[in-house]
C-alpha cells in the first residue's frame, strides 16, 4: 500500500509551499498567499531537501505542476492572483512537470532535485508532514508477529546498530526479559548532517508510525523520539504527535537533550533519557539491545534505520502492498535500500540527496554549486575521511574500502583549504568534545593533537601518528575516540606531500602560513 495522495489533491488549483521549519521567510510567504487566496487552496508542506529552492512554490492543475523557487512573499501573492484568475505570472517557473496523483513529488528531468532516487525522500515537500490523512500507517497493520525479510541496516552515527543488521538487535530485543523500548535517536548537532532533520520535517507523520512500527514488532511498551534542545523541529513533531494520539498503537513521546555533539551517541543518548548528569558513551557489551534504558532492552535507531524498515515492510507484506514502491516504481521485496547523503561546505546552499547502489557519489555535485571550487571532500561527518574524488560507488563497502564514513555527510571544501588545517581542527574538536570515560578518547585525542602542532614546528613523524592512530582506531569504546583519527589518516594516504611541505615551512593555501 502506498502512502496516500494529498488529501487536498482533489482541488482544481492548489499551490503548495514548502520549505524547512528554520525559514524564517517561509511563514511570511504562505501568510501572504493565504491572505489573498479565495478559490485556489494554498496548503505548507515540508522540506525536499534542496535548500536552494526554498521556499519553493509548487502550482499543482490538472495533473501538472508548475516550480517557482525561492520565492519571497510578493510573487507568492502574485502566484495565487493568477492562478485565481488563470493567467500567468511574470516570473517563469524553473520546471514544469506532467505526473500522476500518486502522492509523490513530481521530479524534474533536471535539477538537483532529480539527482539520485528519491524513495524516502519521495513525499517530502509534497505531503502535509504532520497530517494523518496524507499518509498510510504501517503501524496500524502490523503485529508483534511480523518479521522483516529484508536486510535493513542500521544507518547514521545516532543507530546503535550501524551497518549491522537491524534484525539481529530486534531478536535479541524478543529474547531478552525486560519490557522492550525504542529510541529514535534524532540528536545531532553536527551541520553536516541534514538527512535525518529532512525526513522529520517533511515526513514528520511517517517518522512517528516508522518509530511505532519498530516498536510494535519488538513488542515494545514505550517509544522515545530523542533531539537536541535547540531542533526547530521539535513543534512540528509535537503537532504530528498530538494528530496520532488516536491512531497509534503506541503513544510516542518526545525528549530533548542538551545541545552537545557527545550526546548523539547511541549510548550516550540512553544517558540524556536516564537524566544522568555526565553525559557518556557506556562501555560495551552488554549493548543495548540486551540492556538499555534503564536497563531494559532497547532499539536504538535513526530515523533513516526506521523509515527504511518502514519502507521495507510496506514492500514486503501482501496486505500493505500491491506490486510497487513508495515512489510507484515497480518492483520485488529485493529492492536494495537506498542511502541519503547530507551535501554542505563551501556550497552555495546545502542540500540532500538519496542515491541508490547503482549512483556515484559523485552524482551529488548536481545538486549544490561549490562557492570555492572544490579542493578535496570530507565523507562522513565531522570525523569523516578527506579525499581528492567522490568517484565511489554510495555503499557501506566501497565507501568503508576507501576509509571514508558512513554517517552520510558529505563536506564540499573549497580549493584554499589546507588539507593539514583540516585535519588537524577536526582532532582537536574530538579532544575538546570527547567525554574523557575512555583513554583513547581522552589521551590519544590530545597526543594526535599534539603531534598535528609538531609539524607546524618542523617535526613530522608520519609513522608515529599512523601507530597512534591505529591503536585508537581498534582499541575506543567511544564514537569520537574510535573516528577521530580517520581525518588524519586519510589526508596523510591522499595529500601526504603537503604534510612534509608545512614541516618545511610552507603552506601552499596559505591558511597556516602565521603559524609556519
Not at 488563470?86 to 524534474?108: N, Q, R
Not at 540528536?187 to 516508522?210: K, Q
Request: negative net charge.
Amino acid at each position: 500500500m502506498h502512502d496516500k495522495p494529498s488529501s487536498e489533491s482533489t482541488a482544481e488549483t492548489l499551490i503548495r509551499f514548502s520549505s524547512g521549519p528554520d525559514r524564517g521567510d517561509a511563514t511570511d510567504v504562505l501568510s501572504a498567499a493565504e491572505e489573498v487566496a479565495d478559490d485556489v487552496a494554498v496548503r505548507a508542506t515540508g522540506p525536499t531537501g534542496i535548500t536552494a529552492y526554498e521556499p519553493l512554490a509548487l502550482v499543482s492543475t490538472d495533473g501538472e505542476t508548475r516550480m517557482y523557487a525561492a520565492v519571497d512573499a510578493s510573487q507568492a501573492t502574485d502566484l495565487v492572483r493568477a492562478a485565481e484568475a488563470g493567467e500567468s505570472t511574470d516570473f517563469e517557473p524553473f520546471a514544469v512537470v506532467e505526473h500522476e496523483d500518486d502522492g509523490t513529488l513530481p521530479v524534474p528531468d533536471e535539477g538537483p532535485l532529480a539527482v539520485g532516487d528519491r524513495r524516502l525522500l519521495a513525499k517530502c515537500g509534497w505531503a502535509n508532514p504532520v497530517a494523518p490523512a496524507d499518509w498510510t500507517l504501517v503501524s496500524e497493520r502490523v503485529t508483534a508477529e511480523t518479521r522483516l525479510e529484508t536486510p535493513i541496516l542500521g544507518r547514521g552515527r545516532g543507530d546503535a546498530v550501524a551497518e549491522t543488521p537491524v534484525t539481529e538487535a530486534w531478536d535479541t530485543i524478543r529474547e531478552t526479559d525486560g519490557e522492550p523500548v525504542v529510541v529514535v535517536n534524532a540528536h545531532d548537532t553536527d551541520p553536516r548532517h541534514r538527512s535525518d532533520e529532512t525526513l522529520l520535517a517533511g515526513a514528520t507523520v511517517a517518522v512517528l508510525d516508522a518509530a511505532v512500527t519498530a516498536g510494535v514488532l519488538v513488542g515494545a511498551t514505550d517509544v522515545l523520539v530523542l533531539l537536541d534542545a535547540d531542533a526547530p523541529v521539535r513543534p512540528r513533531l509535537e503537532e504530528a504527535a498530538d494528530a496520532l494520539a488516536e491512531s497509534l498503537p503506541i503513544t510516542p513521546k518526545i525528549a530533548v537533550g542538551p545541545p552537545e555533539y557527545r550526546a548523539g551517541d547511541p549510548t550516550a543518548a540512553l544517558e540524556v533519557l536516564e537524566g544522568n548528569d555526565r553525559i557518556e558513551p557506556r562501555r560495551q557489551p552488554p549493548s543495548p539491545a540486551s540492556y538499555g534504558l534503564y536497563g531494559r532492552p532497547t532499539a536504538v535507531h535513526s530515523v533513516r534505520t526506521v523509515l527504511q524498515a518502514r519502507a521495507a515492510l510496506q514492500r514486503e507484506l501482501p496486505d500493505l502492498s500491491p506490486p510497487g514502491s513508495d515512489d510507484g516504481e515497480p518492483t520485488d521485496g529485493e529492492r536494495a535500500p537506498t542511502r541519503l547523503f547530507s551535501v554542505t561546505g563551501d556550497v552555495d546552499h546545502p542540500a540532500v540527496v538519496e542515491l541508490s547502489a547503482d549512483d556515484s557519489l559523485s552524482a551529488v555535485r548536481e545538486a549544490v554549486a561549490p562557492t570555492d571550487g572544490v579542493g578535496m571532500v570530507c565523507v562522513g561527518g565531522i570525523f569523516g575521511g578527506l579525499t581528492d574524488t567522490l568517484d565511489y560507488d554510495p555503499t557501506a563497502e566501497a565507501l568503508t574500502e576507501a576509509g571514508l564514513g558512513l554517517t552520510g555527510g558529505v563536506e564540499i571544501l573549497g580549493e584554499s583549504r589546507c588539507p593539514v588545517s583540516e585535519a588537524g581542527e577536526r582532532v582537536q574538536f574530538a579532544a575538546e568534545e570527547n567525554s574523557g570515560r575512555c583513554v583513547p578518547g581522552r589521551e590519544g585525542t590530545q597526543q594526535l593533537t599534539e603531534l598535528l602542532r609538531d609539524i607546524y614546528g618542523g617535526t613530522f613523524d608520519a609513522e608515529k601518528i599512523t601507530e597512534l592512530a591505529r591503536v585508537m582506531r581498534t582499541t575506543a569504546n567511544c564514537q569520537i575516540g574510535a573516528t577521530a583519527p580517520r581525518p588524519v589518516t586519510t589526508a596523510l594516504d591522499r595529500f601526504g606531500e603537503q604534510f612534509t611541505e608545512h614541516a618545511n615551512g610552507t603552506c601552499r593555501h596559505g591558511t597556516c602560513s602565521d603559524n609556519l
